[in-house]
């Protein structure tokens, strides 16, 4: 699963150049380029609660709403601008 969630990530990014990590909950990663996230993933056995970083695009499972993630999962942030 994590290589489906990077593959469309680094297609539309290049090589990852200018991605960093973002600040995140415990057990998640969260990616951004420049203050914008990019992607978040959760790969923990429970879901967490994310702030609400914008419009998602697209997920590996169906989001429950709220800013939650469920576990297992992988999320991509439409980014403005590209």
């Known amino acids: 699963m994590p290589g ?5 990530l680094a297609a539309r990014h290049g090589d ?3 991605l960093r990590r973002l600040d995140a909950p415990a057990g998640t990663l969260v990616f ?3 203050e914008s996230p990019v ?3 959760n790969p923990g ?3 967490v609660r994310l702030p609400e ?3 998602v695009s697209p997920a590996s499972a169906e989001l ?7 576990a ?3 999320v991509r942030y439409a980014v403005d601008g590209g």
């Open 32 to 34: 951004g380029r420049g």
């Open 72 to 74: 297992d999962t992988a």
């Open 64 to 70: 429950p709403g709220g800013g939650v993630l469920p």
């Open 53 to 55: 970083y914008g419009t």
């Open 16 to 18: 990852g150049a200018g």
């Open 4 to 8: 489906r969630a990077v593959e469309p």
């Open 39 to 41: 992607c978040a993933v």
């Open 45 to 47: 056995a429970e879901p």
